[in-house]
């Protein structure tokens, strides 16, 4: 018998960080555990990221656009077939007019996106759009 999930308290967000690079996976789980309360789960790969979209129920997802094997627009399209509603917030080291275009292909698919931001997202960044 498995043990029933802790709840979190209530003012703790759940957040999935989806980047195929550790480094940068570390950082903005440091980044966002000194701008407040989030339950942070990381993910290196866009295939592990779908599986634990259901398993972590996040309210924010912060998505890479450049990933090896699905790219972030192939997840971001796969995010919202499986039914993803919380807000999601796209980080590449594209320029910005590509960076723009995914955003509004994101909408188009009825995601809520709170930004657009190129590689690195300073803190300020970052706390501005998970406030959005």
Do not use: N, W
Not at 95 to 116: H, M, P
């Amino acid at each position: 018998m498995t043990p029933a999930p802790t709840a979190l308290p209530s003012s703790s967000q759940r957040v999935l960080v989806l980047d195929d690079d550790r480094f940068v996976l570390e950082v903005l789980e440091e980044m966002l555990a000194g701008i407040g309360d989030y339950h942070v789960a990381t993910e290196l790969d866009a295939r592990s990221a779908l599986a634990r979209l259901d398993e972590h129920a996040p309210d924010i997802l912060i998505c890479d656009l450049m990933l090896p094997e699905m790219d972030g627009i192939e997840f971001l399209q796969a995010a919202a077939g499986q039914g993803f509603s919380g807000r999601v917030i796209l980080l590449s080291a594209l320029d910005d007019s590509l960076r723009e275009a995914a955003g509004e292909l994101a909408r188009a698919l009825g995601l809520r996106v709170s930004g657009g931001f190129r590689k690195p997202i300073g803190t300020e960044q970052l706390r501005r759009a998970l406030e959005c």
